[in-house]
Nanobody, 113 residues
Framework: QVQLVESGGGLVQAGGSLRLSCAAQ??????MAWYRQAPGKQREFVAGISSGGGTNYRVSVKGRFTISRDNAKNTVYLQMNSLKPEDTAVYYC?????????WGQGTRVTVSS
C-alpha cells in the first residue's frame, strides 16, 4: 500500500539543473524529506519540509537546492541548481525522519564534470 515513486533524475553537466519529483501513496503526507546515497557511502539527509512548509537543508546544498510540496498532489519536489559532481547519487524521498520500510527505488542523478 505504501509507495514512494521518485522521478526526474538523469545525467547533467556540472552547473546544470534537475527537478526531482516524489509521488506519495499510502502514507500520511506529513513531514517529508529527500535523501541521497552516493556509491560507497551511507544514505544522507538532503532537504526536509514540514507539513507547514518549514524547510531545512544540509549545508552543502543550501542555496542551490529548494524543496517544495504540493499537498493536493501528494507530491514533494526538489529543485537542484548549480549541480556539482559530488551531488551524484541515488535520490530518495521518505518521511522526515525516514521510515525504513518506506524506501523506494529512488532516482539516479549523475553530474559530470
Amino acid at each position: 500500500q505504501v509507495q514512494l515513486v521518485e522521478s526526474g533524475g538523469g545525467l547533467v553537466q556540472a552547473g546544470g539543473s534537475l527537478r526531482l519529483s516524489c509521488a506519495a501513496q499510502g502514507i500520511t503526507f506529513s513531514d517529508m524529506a529527500w535523501y541521497r546515497q552516493a556509491p560507497g557511502k551511507q544514505r544522507e539527509f538532503v532537504a526536509g519540509i514540514s507539513s507547514g512548509g518549514g524547510t531545512n537543508y544540509r549545508v552543502s546544498v543550501k542555496g542551490r537546492f529548494t524543496i517544495s510540496r504540493d499537498n493536493a498532489k501528494n507530491t514533494v519536489y526538489l529543485q537542484m541548481n548549480s549541480l556539482k559532481p559530488e551531488d551524484t547519487a541515488v535520490y530518495y524521498c521518505n518521511h522526515w525522519p525516514a521510515v525504513n520500510d518506506y524506501w523506494g527505488q529512488g532516482t539516479r542523478v549523475t553530474v559530470s564534470s
